[in-house]
T-cell receptor, first 112, second 112 residues
Framework: DAGVIQSPRHEVTEMGQEVTLRCKPI?????LFWYRQTMMRGLELLIY????????DSGMPEDRFSAKMPNASFSTLKIQPSEPRDSAVYFC??????????FGQGTRLTVV | QKEVEQNSGPLSVPEGAIASLNCTYS??????FFWYRQYSGKSPELIMS????GDKEDGRFTAQLNKASQYVSLLIRDSQPSDSATYLC????????????FGQGTRLTINP
């Protein structure tokens, strides 16, 4: 398996624009997590899904953020409108059952 | 109180010595505990998991868990310069059964 695949690897956008980050989990994994990492706040859990259903979105910072998982092999994290303070590395991770989580390579987002 | 707390460091250890990393967590019902290593600019990768009280050894790494004290630690014996990285403690279980929460991370530097 190719592991968790995220795209794009880097994204630079202007404030106010819509940004969509994509994630393909490892095949067979039933849990998918979205994290945001910054120097100040570390690795923050934004939302996680189980069998494509959002279970806990309490970490989503505000209504500008939304996440979907239309099927078992694809998830998106959307920011609309984007702001400079959204600049961070966004990670997607997946796992099966009670096993450890595997991370994608991350998307480095810069909002100018 | 943060759900998972770590000393952010930096922690500096001479080559060949033992590096000791510590973590505390707030949810007494937590069941699964993980240590991830993250090199600069890379994604977190799992190095140890522990589920029951006591010690678990894997090569130069030993994880220790004390559920009564809500404390997890990682010992790295015979530290190598290649061990220089940020070490992230992660906790799962309890009220958010599959919610995987990370500490801020401890930056470790091994000095040759």
């Amino acid at each position: 398996d190719a592991g968790v695949i995220q795209s794009p690897r880097h994204e630079v956008t202007e404030m106010g624009q819509e940004v969509t980050l994509r994630c393909k989990p490892i095949s067979g994994h039933d849990y998918l997590f979205w994290y945001r990492q910054t120097m100040m706040r570390g690795l923050e859990l934004l939302i996680y899904f189980n069998n494509n259903v959002p279970i806990d979105d309490s970490g989503m910072p505000e209504d500008r953020f939304s996440a979907k998982m239309p099927n078992a092999s694809f998830s998106t994290l959307k920011i609309q409108p984007s702001e400079p303070r959204d600049s961070a590395v966004y990670f997607c991770a997946s796992h099966q059952g009670y096993t450890e989580a595997f991370f994608g390579q991350g998307t480095r987002l810069t909002v100018v | 109180q943060k759900e998972v707390e770590q000393n952010s460091g930096p922690l500096s250890v001479p080559e060949g010595a033992i590096a000791s990393l510590n973590c505390t967590y707030s949810d007494r019902g937590s069941q699964s505990f993980f240590w991830y290593r993250q090199y600069s600019g890379k994604s977190p990768e799992l190095i140890m998991s522990i589920y029951s009280n006591g010690d678990k050894e894997d090569g130069r790494f030993t994880a220790q868990l004390n559920k009564a004290s809500q404390y997890v630690s990682l010992l790295i014996r015979d530290s190598q310069p290649s061990d220089s990285a940020t070490y992230l403690c992660a906790v799962k279980g309890g009220q958010g059964a599959q919610k995987l929460v990370f500490g801020q991370g401890t930056r470790l530097t091994i000095n040759p």
